[in-house]
């Protein structure tokens, strides 16, 4: 079954820093893929996604992502956090079978705390 | 162009009570889907509705149940409530047609949820 893992549960960086947020999918042809944030007590707000083309993605606020088939890796990443980037992360693939074909398959989500 | 609009925001009902919950798509948007957020589950596909037809289903019981109105509208319903279905339900909306879905590479907008609790 096709499934998508997001490694780290929790992440702390400075205000300034870079970011980067893993994601793994299982998937056998080139997938879509997407990247949300849910601030707390909201719902999801699409960051960017990927459905073919060029492999760097550019989203909004800044964020960007590298599709790499050869290691099923949705990395997203940011140059400069700022703390209203404090939020969690999901990442998703459209789902290609079963009963969710044509639907999100979800990552259990990164949440990212962000330090003065 | 008004987003995806959930309702209720917020509500509490008592186990064994049955819930209805409401979603207005974006404007043209035809797909309605629904997805299930808990804490130890993660975000789960429950339905999708397209022309007033249920679509595709996730792995949930009968308890749960939808439907679309010819407005694109939709409503999902849960029966015989019990305490593990307090969560945030998200409904998406996405600009699909019969036989383009979102593997056609459209986006699905979420709307803010509605968050139940079950005591």
């Known amino acids: 079954a096709q499934s998508v893992t997001q490694p780290d549960i929790h992440i702390t960086v400075s205000e300034g820093a870079s970011l980067e947020l893993r994601c793994n999918y299982s998937?056998?042809?080139?997938?879509?893929l997407f990247w949300y944030v849910q601030s707390p007590g909201q719902g999801l707000q699409l960051l960017l996604k990927y459905f073919s083309g060029d492999t760097l993605v550019q989203g909004i606020k800044g964020f960007e992502a590298e599709f790499k088939r050869s290691q099923s890796s949705f990395n997203l990443r940011k140059p400069s956090v700022h703390w209203s980037d404090a939020a969690e992360y999901f990442c998703a693939v459209v789902s290609n079978y079963g009963g969710s074909q044509g639907n999100l398959i979800f990552g259990k989500g990164t949440k990212l705390s962000v330090k003065p | 162009k008004a987003g995806v609009t959930q309702t209720p925001r917020y509500l509490i009902k008592t186990r064994g009570q049955q819930v209805t919950l409401s979603c207005s798509p974006i404007?043209?948007?035809?797909?309605v889907s629904w997805y299930q957020q808990t804490p130890g589950q993660g975000l789960q596909f429950l339905f999708e509705y397209f022309s007033e037809t249920q679509r595709n289903k996730g792995n949930f019981p009968g308890r749960f149940s939808g439907r679309q109105f010819s407005n694109s509208r939709s409503e999902m319903n849960v029966s015989t409530l019990e305490l593990g279905d307090s969560a945030l339900y998200l409904c998406a909306s996405s600009f699909t047609g019969t036989g383009v879905t979102l593997l056609s590479g459209n986006t699905i907008y979420f709307g803010e949820g509605s968050w139940l609790t079950v005591v």
């Open positions: 998937y056998g042809a080139t997938p879509y």
């Open positions: 404007s043209g948007h035809r797909s």
